[in-house]
C-alpha cells in the first residue's frame, strides 16, 4: 500500500453490478479504471498489437475502421479454448501494466474494475479487492437482455471465469446485488468509508 493512495480491485460474475458499483465509487470521490476500457484500446484501430491479435484471431474480425469486432472475437474465443488462452496470455500483461500506468501518480481511492481480476493475479497490483455477485438467474436475465447471448453461450463464458464462490472467498469485501439500487448504493458506500479511513 503506497502511502497517499488505496487501490481496490473490483470483480465479479458475468452483469452482476461491477460497472455500476465502480461508477458508484466514482461519483463518490474515487478515481475509476476499467480493464475493459483498456481491453478496447488494444483491440481498437490503433491497438500496438495487431500483428498479434490476427495471428491469434484470423483477419476476418475486422471493422471498416480496422478496429477488431469485439462480438466476433467473443464467438470465437469462447468456443475455442486455446485461442482464448492465447488472447488472454497476449492481452492481459497489456491490461496491466496501462493499468499501473494509469494510477502510479494518483493519490486517494483508486477502484480498478477487472472481470478477471482473479484469474490473472490482478490482485497482487491491489491494496483491497472486492466481489459484486448476483444469482444466476437475474444474471442470465440481465445478460439476454444486455447482449443478446443464448443460455448456453451465457455457461460457455461462465465456464471461463473462475467460480463465484472462489472469488467470494478470496475477496476482501463483497456486495450481493439482487434487490435495489438503492441498497447497492448503500453497500457501496459503506466500503468506500472504511477505505477512506486506510488512505
Known amino acids: 500500500m503506497n502511502k ?3 487501490v481496490l480491485g473490483i470483480t465479479g460474475n458475468m452483469s452482476s453490478g461491477k460497472s455500476t458499483v465502480a461508477k458508484i465509487f466514482e461519483e463518490l470521490g474515487a478515481y475509476k479504471i476499467s480493464a475493459d476500457e483498456i481491453a478496447h484500446f ?3 484501430s490503433k491497438t500496438p498489437i495487431r500483428n498479434e491479435l490476427n495471428e491469434i484471431l ?5 471493422n471498416g475502421d480496422n478496429s477488431f469486432d469485439r462480438k466476433k472475437i467473443a464467438k470465437i474465443v469462447f468456443s475455442n ?7 488472454n496470455q497476449l492481452m492481459h500483461p497489456f491490461i496491466r501494466q496501462k493499468t499501473i500506468d494509469e494510477f ?6 483508486i477502484v480498478w474494475e477487472a472481470p478477471l481480476l482473479f484469474e490473472t493475479n490482478g490482485q497482487e497490483i491491489c491494496d483491497f ?3 459484486v455477485f448476483m444469482d444466476y438467474e437475474n444474471s442470465l436475465i440481465k445478460v439476454k437482455k ?4 443464448s443460455e448456453e453461450e451465457f455457461k460457455k463464458r461462465l465456464e471461463n471465469q473462475m467460480n463465484i464462490k472462489n ?5 476482501d469485501f463483497i456486495i450481493e446485488n439482487n434487490t435495489t439500487i438503492e441498497n447497492l448504493k448503500l453497500k457501496s458506500k459503506e466500503i468506500f468509508d472504511k477505505l477512506l479511513l486506510r488512505i
Do not use: H
Open 42 to 44: 488494444f483491440t481498437s
Open 129 to 131: 479487492t472486492l466481489t
Open 4 to 6: 497517499g493512495r488505496v
Open 146 to 149: 444486455r447482449d443478446g447471448i
Open 58 to 62: 484470423g483477419e476476418n474480425c475486422l
Open 81 to 87: 479454448p486455446e485461442k482464448l488462452n492465447l488472447l
Open 104 to 109: 502510479e501518480n494518483k493519490t486517494g481511492l
Open 167 to 171: 472469488k467470494i472467498k478470496l475477496s
